[in-house]
């Protein structure tokens, strides 16, 4: 999220137009803020007023460090062809 007065209307606009039922919010696209900063704050009003969930991917935040690791972790999507398909080595 960039801008987020430019999320709030299309928040609006995705549910009372389009028919969105709810949102994803995380990874590494919060522009350098943590889900914390007050800039997100009019968002998650917006979602309550809409009564719509908010989903929260906690892994990778706006932390560089958090973001460079998760490049090699099997929760990362470049690894959700082999991790998510079939179950680790260990389990078989």
């Known amino acids: 999220m960039q801008d987020e007065k430019a999320a709030v209307a299309e928040a609006r ?4 137009e389009l028919g969105a039922k709810g949102f994803s919010l995380g990874g590494a696209n ?11 704050f009019t968002l998650y009003e ?3 007023e809409l009564d719509v969930p908010l989903y929260i991917h906690g892994f990778t935040q706006a ?4 973001t460079e690791a998760s490049k090699t972790a099997t929760t990362s999507p470049r690894s959700w062809g082999s991790s998510t398909t079939r179950p680790p080595p260990s389990a078989t």
Do not use: I, M, N
Not at 30 to 40: K, N, Q, S, T, Y
């Open 13 to 16: 606009r995705a549910v009372t």
């Open 30 to 40: 919060l522009g350098g803020r943590e889900l914390d900063d007050p800039a997100f």
């Open 46 to 48: 917006t979602c309550c």
């Open 63 to 66: 932390r560089p460090e958090a």
